[in-house]
């Protein structure tokens, strides 16, 4: 298992569409909007492979001009 936390940047990015993203072994916790940085949520996916196909899910969203992640730890 991965989890990390994950802030979404981009101007009139809205949550609803990140909630919505399909992930296939992953799922999203969006947390919540922090001023002037992004959107912040949670991601846990099966694998570090799932970890980083889902970041790259949402790279593709629109509005979002940048993913950074915050923390990640894996676990066996």
Do not use: C, W, Y
Not at 39 to 55: G, N, T
Not at 58 to 64: H, L, P, R
Request: without cysteine.
């Amino acid at each position: 298992m991965t989890v990390g936390l994950v802030v979404i940047e981009g101007h009139n990015v809205s949550e609803e569409a990140l909630r919505s993203t399909s992930l296939m072994n992953a799922k999203q916790l969006v947390i919540g909007r922090a001023p002037e940085i992004g959107i912040v949520l949670h991601l846990a996916a099966s694998s570090s492979s799932d970890f980083s196909a889902a970041l790259a899910k949402f790279a593709a969203v629109s509005g979002v001009s940048g993913v950074l992640t915050v923390v990640v730890r894996n676990s066996q």
